[in-house]
């Protein structure tokens, strides 16, 4: 049984940081690209980042630009999103995601198979 579990989410100011951490289990973590999505209340669920599974080349959406980054760790099974100078339209819940995924494909949901059950952050003074 596949498990993706987040960690990390919480109420932050303006300006701080947070970092995020997905434990998964039950999958070979380094042959799944992994990415992680946000969705907040009345919204589509927005691309964050993802990482490859061959080359671990990362890529960004372009309102995280320069301020998130992403990593992973094999030997532990787990990614991270170190996320800085945070904004209040950063509010959402945060998921992490795994799928066997092409490059013209990171951006968009349905290429991932597996998801967290998501942690919420809030950015508010």
């Known amino acids: 049984q596949v498990q993706l579990v987040e960690s990390g989410g919480d109420l932050v100011q303006p300006g701080g940081s947070l970092r995020l951490s997905c434990t998964a289990s039950g999958l070979t973590f380094r042959g799944y690209g992994w990415a992680w999505f946000r969705q907040a209340p009345g919204k589509e669920r927005e691309f964050v980042a993802a990482?490859?599974?061959?080359?671990?080349?990362?890529y960004y959406g372009d309102s995280v630009k320069g301020r998130f980054t992403m990593s992973r760790d094999n030997a532990r099974s787990t990614v991270t999103l170190q996320m800085n100078s945070l904004k209040p339209e950063d509010t959402a819940v945060y998921y992490c995601?795994?799928?066997?995924?092409?490059?013209?494909?990171?951006?968009?949901?349905?290429?991932?198979?597996?998801w967290g059950q998501g942690t919420q952050v809030t950015v508010s003074s």
């Open positions: 995601a795994a799928g066997r995924v092409i490059s013209s494909s990171l951006s968009f949901p349905t290429s991932y198979n597996y």
């Open positions: 990482i490859k599974a061959t080359s671990g080349n990362v």
